[in-house]
């Protein structure tokens, strides 16, 4: 009679699994596979971080190398009063110059449209008896010489032309009437300045 039973079968037992050479070959050869790959990578990662440091110091030290350049080119530079003050006095000239061709500019202009009105309040209260043999237009002043068959005619026509548009408003500052060496009567009037005395001349 059995007093003993045994459930522990020897199918579910554990075995006991040596490892054969080939399968530790392999693990190590695949091992080594895996880490000199790993080294190589490591290597190559580390040679082109250093290339891009040295790269990166010697554009510091050039940059550098510059900037103690520049610095020293300033600290050597040194401004030439003189030249500072003939520039500037150039340019003052300049200034004036400039402003004087403006002034010139303007008067011209003026003159030219002061004239076409002169001209035309001339040709429209002319004289029969009078005529004209020189016009002088400096900017608002007016010279007029020119000659007659008799004195009275002068004053009349002048009345006419201080109607005109151009003449309203202006006096003329002087009015001589003489005859030449020929006895021709000849007359000079003016809106400016006193004129001097013609020499040689016969006032009437």
Known sequence: ????????????????????????????????????????????????????????????????????????????????????????????????????????????????????KLMLDLASHSQDQLWLTRINLNGTSVVIEGAATDSFIVPKWLGLLGKTDYFKGQEFSDTRLYRDPEQQLNFVISTGEQLTIIKGSNND
């Open 1 to 116: 009679m059995k007093n003993r039973v045994n459930l522990y079968h020897a199918s579910i037992q554990p075995k006991l699994q040596l490892l054969t050479l080939s399968s530790v070959l392999v693990i190590w050869l695949v091992a080594t596979i895996l880490c000199s790959f790993l080294y190589f990578y490591m290597v190559s990662e580390q040679q082109k971080l250093q290339s891009e440091v040295t790269m990166l110091e010697s554009n510091k030290k050039q940059q550098k190398t510059l900037l103690n350049e520049l610095k020293n080119a300033v600290e050597n530079l040194k401004m030439d009063l003189s030249l500072v003050e003939k520039v500037e006095e150039k340019q003052k000239l300049i200034g004036l110059k400039q402003r004087v061709l403006n002034e010139l500019a303007g008067q011209e202009d003026l003159k030219s449209i002061g004239f076409s």
